[in-house]
């Protein structure tokens, strides 16, 4: 037996009463307009959506511009909804945000008496597929059919106590939360999408490490920009003919066999850029860009569109694009294998979001059938043995701060990241003995630069790098501030504990931080310190996980190669030394770059 059978057989023994929905609602004020002077937020039933039933806007009106018919002032949790044909199934409970609004007319207001009835048991009971019968079967009138209040309250509705009503509620809630949450990640796929297509497609003035972005127009990376000439398409034939926004017809004969870029010449959707591909025609209302093969033609795609071409159209009533305009159009080419890369990255994004509308919007319209079937089941209490309370696993996304540091790592080979976008630190773990409280033993006790004695236990496992937190040497530099330590170690306070991902990111970074000058990290005063608020800040250029492992490899062996012959060549050493600083300096040296 589920929960909610046993509540109807403890709470409903002898079965469930029905009443109409006026005698559990309470009466709503109005406004008389003629004898107030206040401004009002004026809710329009036409601004409640009808798949996700929110309000999207409102508009202030004074008694200068109300009507002349007293209006319902609503309050938060009251329900409204549509009583004209126009209006059906509109409806929705009233946030907190409009309370104490008017709404407009075409509408019927409801405000549950909450100790018998709950707003959602109420809000529930009106969106059902019985209610809707009811308003249809009294709706009157011919240009205009429209059901009265009256008649909305006169529906009956199920009534059973109050601990049925929050179970069947609680269950009828998980379907349309469901619903809204799949609408919310359809949309936020979209928009995740153009965000960044938008940042990949911004070169303003800026290098993409030693990929520098050229400014050219569309007529000189094009061969030629000219109108299509089909005026003959007809609905068969064997080719297609593409118009101002996909295909528009079919003819018996192609003109063109190589895939190019379009765009709307003329109307209402002048601007709009798509590609033809296979062999097919061209209407006469749509401009052909046949780009030169040095260039990659979707990545010109990806950048019209997101230049959005509508802004160049000219007119009023027929708005025009020229191919004269689109010619002197600008546009920034980096490297072709960048252009590829970023065309990877944004086909990629938009297979994802057409798979969502075609898949998305089926699960959800699914979704809504399936509360639809529980709701009218629920609410006739016909059979409760076959409820199921659906819940789905949702997959973490990684933040938008992570996604964009491997795009750019893709796209332009390197990306600017902090320290903590890259590492864990474990400072929280480190443990300072006093020397006098120290036990002798085998495993190293590390300071600010290297071991400073050996105890008996042990706090860390494994592979860290160890970065100076205090001292002189932070600013003198006379031994690395940055040094990794493998093994069973304990380490005091004295210097920062970082876990990477890989012993080659985190060689690199040790290599980095002893390279470069962090004067600008470290606090000033008698002792030096470089606090971890400031540690995490450090900006790292992260080139690719291949670049990373040759650029360890190169100056480990340069390092090894000088270590090797310290005790008997010091010219060489010196030598060595400098070619190992010129080749570091070198290789760590990127060209900034700005992200997004």
């Known amino acids: 037996m589920t929960k909610l059978e046993e509540l109807v057989k403890q709470y409903c023994p002898k079965g469930i009463r029905y009443i109409s929905i006026n005698e559990c609602i309470k009466k709503i004020e109005r406004i008389n307009w003629k004898e107030n002077n206040n401004t009002f937020e004026y809710i329009d039933l036409t601004s409640v959506d009808r798949d996700t039933h929110n309000i999207t806007e409102t508009t202030l009106i004074t008694s200068k511009t109300a009507p002349s018919r007293a209006q319902q002032i ?25 309370d104490n609004q008017i709404c407009s007319t075409g509408f019927c207001v409801l405000r549950a008496k909450n100790d018998i009835v709950l707003t959602r048991w109420l809000y529930h009971n009106i969106t059902s597929t019985s209610f809707f019968s009811h308003v249809e079967k009294h709706q009157q009138g011919a240009s205009y059919p429209a059901i009265s209040d009256k008649d909305v309250k006169n529906y009956v509705i199920p009534l059973p106590p109050l601990e049925v009503q929050l179970e069947i509620v609680k269950i009828l809630d ?43 127009t569309l007529g000189e990376i094009a061969n030629n920009i000219f109108s299509g000439k089909n005026k003959n398409k007809s609905e068969s034939g064997n080719y297609p003919v593409y118009g101002s926004t996909g295909i528009i017809g079919y003819c018996d004969d192609y003109e063109y066999s190589n895939e190019q870029i379009l765009i709307a010449r003329v109307g209402a959707n002048a601007g709009y850029v798509h590609i033809a591909k296979g062999n097919y025609d061209v209407s006469d209302n749509t401009l052909i860009v046949n780009i030169k093969p040095s260039y ?100 973490n996304v990684a933040s938008e701060r992570i996604n964009t540091i491997k795009l750019f790592r893709y796209v332009f080979g390197f990306a600017y990241v902090t320290l903590a976008d890259i590492s864990e630190n474990l400072d929280a773990k480190r443990n ?39 001292g002189a040497n932070l600013v003198a530099r006379n031994t690395p501030i940055a040094f990794s330590i493998t093994g069973k170690n304990w380490v005091n306070n004295h210097a920062h504990v970082l876990k990477f991902d890989n012993l080659d990111l985190q060689h690199y970074i040790e290599i980095y931080l002893n390279s470069i000058d962090l004067k600008k990290y470290i606090s000033e005063g008698a002792q030096p310190k470089l606090n971890q608020e400031n540690l995490k800040k450090i900006i790292i250029p992260l080139p690719s996980d291949e670049g990373i492992k040759e650029i360890v490899s190169i100056l480990m062996k340069f390092e090894k190669l000088c270590n090797d012959i310290s005790d008997g060549i010091p010219a060489e050493i010196d030598a060595r030394q400098k070619q190992y600083e010129y080749y570091r300096d070198k290789l760590l040296s990127f060209e900034e770059i700005k992200q997004g």
């Open 296 to 395: 990659s033609l979707k990545f010109v795609y990806h950048v019209l569109t997101n230049i959005g071409l509508n802004k160049y159209a000219k007119g009023g009533g027929q708005p025009l694009v020229t191919a004269g305009e689109m010619k002197k159009i600008k546009i920034p080419i980096p490297s072709l294998d960048v252009q590829e890369r970023i065309v990877n990255v944004l086909d990629n994004f938009e297979a994802i979001c057409s798979d969502l509308k075609i898949g998305l919007p089926a699960e959800i319209d699914a979704r809504q059938k399936q509360y639809e079937y529980y709701r009218d089941l629920l609410l006739n209490f016909e059979s409760y043995s076959q409820i199921v309370n659906v819940e789905r696993e949702r997959e």
């Open 174 to 216: 998980n379907f349309t939360e469901l619903t809204a949450k799949l609408t919310a990640e359809l949309t936020a796929r979209q928009k995740q999408y153009e965000y960044y297509r938008d940042m990949l497609l911004s070169f303003d003035v800026r290098r993409r490490g030693n990929n520098v972005v050229e400014w050219r």
């Open 432 to 470: 300072p003995i006093k020397s006098n409280m120290r036990q002798k033993g085998k495993y190293p006790y590390y300071g600010a630069s290297g071991i400073v004695d050996y105890v008996e236990d042990y706090i860390f496992d494994g592979d860290f790098l160890l970065v100076s937190e205090d």
């Open 74 to 98: 609503v309050r938060e949790n009251d329900i409204i909804v549509g009583t004209t044909r126009p209006m059906l199934k509109r409806y929705c409970v009233i946030p907190k945000k409009y």
